[in-house]
């Protein structure tokens, strides 16, 4: 169980409270914690922040998930106490009734959340600029973090959150026979991983983006050889984002029982990293990311279970677990690594990991 909101000011210690920062709880309306550790994550990624606030800042336009966003993360800002617990009222209200997904009381898929956010953010953004009859329709969102960036028929500006969160991978096939190579950019604003037992992010990123061979049925057609081929194919990064958001492929479809069960291995997720997959053209490609933000899955399956967010706030780790919020030692982040036993059981994992650029 956490603290109340002085014991966390005595735990963190009056004198070393950051100044003009707070720690607000969530209040759970009913398996709401999905959204609670979503929301929580991005209230701690600076550069998502500001931008939310400053969008506040401007003139009263309709009320859409975006405006209900600013209001909440403005609602926090702006308390006069330092901790305590809010309730997201008006942002649930809406989000249900923009989308008959989340419109229940059931346990939802975190990462489809943030997805869903990031993309209807971006939408409504786009909606907003300034338009004429010449200007094209904006960017679709699609499913798994990646829009369609590359159909010139709706290339449009990028918003802000494409500045913070859009990165691009390349896809490279090279024919075996006439050597030819063919590259097609694609950009993402998160990148889904596999996980193996007893592995790190570093080994998920590079299997992600391992050469694969297509052969027999599987066979490229070479536009140069004009049949199909034997080809080697893989996707690195082109563009690295200024963060970078990993979702954990956690759960997996399992034929025999017709659902979807969680796979509990234990993935090391560093406090820094450097993407090592990255393309020979990549700019910066020895960025350094720090760790700010983990949302861990409790539970057997995507729809139970249970999600809760730690967070890196001015040297400090806290854990939010809905109107809960304790601070917690940067030791105890190797409790949400996972289990290093294939034993199925309920356990505490990293299922989406938030990395900002240090140089931000």
């Given at each position: 169980m956490g603290v109340g909101p002085s014991g966390l000011v005595n735990d963190i210690g009056p004198e070393h409270f950051p100044p003009n920062e707070r720690y607000f709880a969530l209040v759970n309306f009913g398996n709401t914690c999905y959204c609670n550790s979503v929301l929580q994550a991005l209230y701690f990624c600076k550069p998502f922040r500001d931008k939310?606030?400053?969008?506040?800042?401007?003139?009263?336009?309709k009320e859409t998930l975006l405006s209900c966003l600013a209001d909440l993360f403005n609602n926090i800002n702006t308390q006069k106490k330092k901790t305590g617990v809010i309730a997201p009222k008006k942002f649930v209200a809406k989000l249900k009734k923009e989308n008959e997904l989340f419109d229940n009381f059931l346990q939802q898929d975190a990462h489809e959340f943030l997805i869903y956010l990031l993309n209807t953010v971006a939408d409504l953004?786009?909606?907003?600029?300034?338009?004429?009859?010449?200007?094209?329709?904006?960017?679709?969102?699609?499913?798994?973090?990646?829009?369609?960036?590359?159909?010139?028929?709706?290339?449009?500006?990028?918003?802000?959150?494409?500045?913070?969160?859009?990165?691009?991978?390349?896809?490279?096939?090279?024919?075996?026979?006439?050597?030819?190579?063919?590259?097609?950019?694609?950009?993402?604003?998160?990148?889904?991983?596999?996980?193996?037992?007893?592995?790190?992010?570093?080994?998920?990123?590079?299997?992600?983006?391992?050469?694969?061979?297509?052969?027999?049925?599987?066979?490229?057609?070479?536009?140069?050889?004009?049949?199909?081929?034997?080809a080697q194919k893989r996707m690195q990064v082109k563009k690295l984002p200024m963060i970078l958001a990993l979702h954990l492929k956690r759960f997996k479809f399992v034929e025999q029982y017709q659902r979807y069960t969680k796979?509990?291995?234990?993935?090391?997720?560093?406090?820094?990293?450097?993407?090592?997959?990255?393309?020979?053209?990549?700019?910066?490609?020895?960025?350094?990311?720090?760790?700010?933000?983990?949302?861990?899955?409790?539970?057997?399956g995507p729809n139970r279970g249970h999600y809760i967010t730690i967070v890196k706030s001015h040297g400090f780790w806290l854990l939010f677990d809905d109107d809960v919020v304790e601070k917690i030692e940067v030791s105890a982040i190797e409790e949400f690594y996972g289990t290093a036993t294939d034993v199925q059981r309920s356990t505490e994992s990293g299922y989406i990991l938030f990395y900002q650029t240090r140089d931000i």
């Open positions: 939310i606030l400053g969008y506040k800042s401007q003139p009263k336009k953004l786009q909606e907003e600029k300034p338009t004429d009859k010449n200007t094209l329709k904006g960017k679709q969102g699609l499913p798994n973090g990646k829009y369609n960036g590359n159909n010139n028929e709706t290339k449009t500006e990028p918003t802000w959150v494409h500045d913070i969160f859009q990165g691009t991978l390349t896809n490279e096939t090279r024919c075996l026979c006439c050597e030819g190579v063919s590259t097609r950019d694609e950009d993402f604003l998160d990148l889904s991983v596999d996980v193996e037992q007893n592995t790190s992010i570093t080994h998920c990123l590079r299997e992600f983006s391992n050469t694969e061979t297509l052969s027999q049925e599987c066979k490229y057609y070479c536009e140069n050889c004009c049949s199909k081929q034997e796979l509990s291995y234990r993935v090391v997720f560093p406090l820094e990293l450097r993407l090592l997959n990255t393309s020979d053209g990549a700019e910066s490609s020895d960025k350094l990311y720090d760790l700010v933000a983990v949302v861990v899955h409790s539970g057997s």
